[in-house]
DNA sequence: TTTGCAATTTGACTATTGTCAAAAGCAATA
DNA sequence: TATTGCTTTTGACAATAGTCAAATTGCAAA
């Protein structure tokens, strides 16, 4: 736990009793390789904290599966739309390894803001900064050619290129995996 | 200032404190078609809401202008990257039309933060619908074709194709306009 | 080591989109 | 009505990326 309390203090600084409260909300959950944490059609109800391990979030687009995100350690993760609107996920995250997870309930973390307006406050920062995360990785997808998002990818996010397969990366990527081989023996 | 309530009023239900406090921290901002709200560079210290007109956030990539974003009626519009992080804005903001704004500065509203808790989690609650609504646009442009993105947004905003010119929609939608045009003689 | 399977690369060809240049359409105005 | 400037469309060709199939590589189980 004290590895989640030092990433949140990096977005906002909690009072004793605010970390107690969340201490005595979170529970560990120790996951195999290939465990789900949301599968397509099913209401998402937390929200996760991964500790050790990768996941990837994809979904089914006639047929083929597309990965659309991948989280490693110090992520926050939750099927978003799900968890904030209640309405079943379209997405499945899926461990790409064993790992170590923080959960917390929607319902817990409402609780939470009620009583610790601090909580809220946390939150609210911790959106803001994922918000800007997202922006960049939509000004990247929208306007940048494969070869820039794969030089992107590699600058930025070394980690995932190493812990990830190829077809999950292109499928990130937006491309073929046959294209991101092509990039790869060019550069 | 009543448009403004109201469409609050969609996110969080505010008590009449709350509502007061606001109502005394927003200014009324009437502007013409081509003013700035943020120009490159500059660090943008100001939340917008858009009362009336449009708006089209961009920037430069080698010597072209790239639209990422168009602002209607009841967004909120900021270069959330600079707001949020207090560093210069690598984009502008600029209005399609003449519009009416109500602005409020960010030291203000951390004040009123402190205040009300209930501003606070009405904020959250706005960050995790702006949120959800950008990952859809992400996906939408990470995965989709030409044709598709063109298509979703005949369907989702028909009001950007009434009121932006077919060179800033290509822009926005990441294809050249003679695509653009060749697109649409297709349908 | 060898075998078997999955991941990755390569080849040949097709489809999509971009670029540059020119033409057409449209609207304000002199 | 003619002129001007801007937006949109069209044509010809080039570049980028996708698809399908086959080869190769890498790795783990036997």
Redesign the interface.
């Known amino acids: 736990m004290q590895q989640l309390f030092q990433h949140l203090n990096g977005f906002y600084k909690l009072s004793q009793e605010a970390l107690a409260a969340l201490e005595a909300s979170f529970e560990e959950l120790i996951l195999p390789k290939g465990a789900f944490l949301v599968t397509h059609g099913n209401v998402c109800r937390h929200m996760y904290f991964l500790q050790k391990g990768a996941l990837r979030g994809f979904y089914n687009?006639e047929g083929k599966e597309?990965t659309?995100w991948f989280g490693f350690e110090n992520d926050f993760i939750t099927s978003?739309?799900s968890f904030?609107?209640g309405e079943p996920a379209v997405e499945n995250l899926q461990l790409l390894e064993g790992s170590i997870l923080y959960s917390i309930s929607k319902e817990k973390l409402t609780g939470l803001?009620n009583r610790h307006?601090e909580i809220?406050?946390l939150?609210?920062i911790v959106?803001?900064?994922?918000?800007?995360r997202?922006?960049?990785?939509?000004?990247n997808?929208?306007?940048k050619t494969a070869t820039e998002r794969y030089e992107a990818l590699l600058k930025n996010t070394p980690h995932i290129i190493e812990r990830v397969s190829l077809g999950y990366i292109s499928s990130y990527?937006?491309i073929s995996q046959e294209t991101l081989s092509r990039i790869r023996s060019r550069l």
Chains 1, 2 share one sequence.
């Open positions: 687009l597309i659309h978003f739309h904030i609107t803001f307006h809220e406050r939150v609210r959106y803001e900064k994922y918000y800007i997202l922006e960049e990785r939509y000004v997808a929208q306007f990527l937006g």
